[in-house]
Structure formats: structure tokens, C-alpha cells
């Protein structure tokens, strides 16, 4: 697909360059519920071939998963992505509330509003990168921030 035909190309500028690969507005917040967890958000955007997000670490976070969320009624099911997450080619994946996710757990203290999280995403191909996730307010799973949007 040639690249001015993607539909939804993000119009902000990207956090974060690897190779192909460009990191568009990475956000993070800590559960309302649980303040020892956490979710990271972006959208990845692949100007090349497919490439796959294999892991991801924080130094603040005792681990990272890569999670999706299936919603099946008004039953929420969480389950970790153990193959990383395909990242189309020409293409971009969006992490959000109520989808893919980076879910950060045994955090020390809940994430101060208004500060940085560095995160390092690895990627299969393009390798790894270390972007600023930006950290908003709480909120209830499915519920985005009206600053993500």
C-alpha cells in the first residue's frame, strides 16, 4: 500500500524514530483500582515491513506485558501477548483503553501526573528504542483520557 493512501496517518509528530518505525503520542496512566498498575498507550506507525513488538521495560515497573483486551459482554478479559504484537507493514498499530496495551505492574508508588515514564520498546527488526511516555490522570479501564484522544 503506498503510503498516501493510509487513511488515518497520525498528524502529530512522533515522540520517537527507529528505522521505519515512528512512535506517535506514547501515554501512561495508573489504574483508578489498582495503583500498582499501570497501561502505556501510542500508536506505531510502519512506513516499512512488518516488524513485531517483542518486548518492553520500564525501571519504575517490577514487570511489563504486552496485553489485548477482549470484551466480551460487560466482562473484560486481559491476556498477555506472549509473540509480541505484529506491527503491519505500510500500516500502524494502535495501543488504547480497551485494546492492545502495555501493562506495567508492581509499581513502587502510582505515576505522578504530569511527569515522564521511560519505557524502552523492542522491536524484532527495527530494534529497541527508549520513548517518554507522557503520564496522565487515573481512569476506569475503556475510559481514555480527553487529552489522548
Known sequence: ???????????????????????????????????DIAGGYMTVVNDGETDRLVSASCPVAGSLEIHAIRVKGPVLEMRKQDGGLVIPPANQQILKPRGYHLLMSGLAAPLAV??????????EKAGSVTVDFAVEAPGAVGQASLTSS
Open 1 to 35: 500500500m503506498l503510503k498516501w493512501l493510509r487513511r488515518s496517518e497520525p498528524k502529530e509528530v512522533p515522540a520517537a524514530s527507529l528505522g521505519p518505525l515512528q512512535i506517535v503520542k506514547p501515554w501512561a496512566r495508573s489504574s483508578s483500582s489498582h495503583p
Open 114 to 123: 504530569g511527569s515522564k515514564l521511560p519505557i524502552t520498546l523492542v522491536f
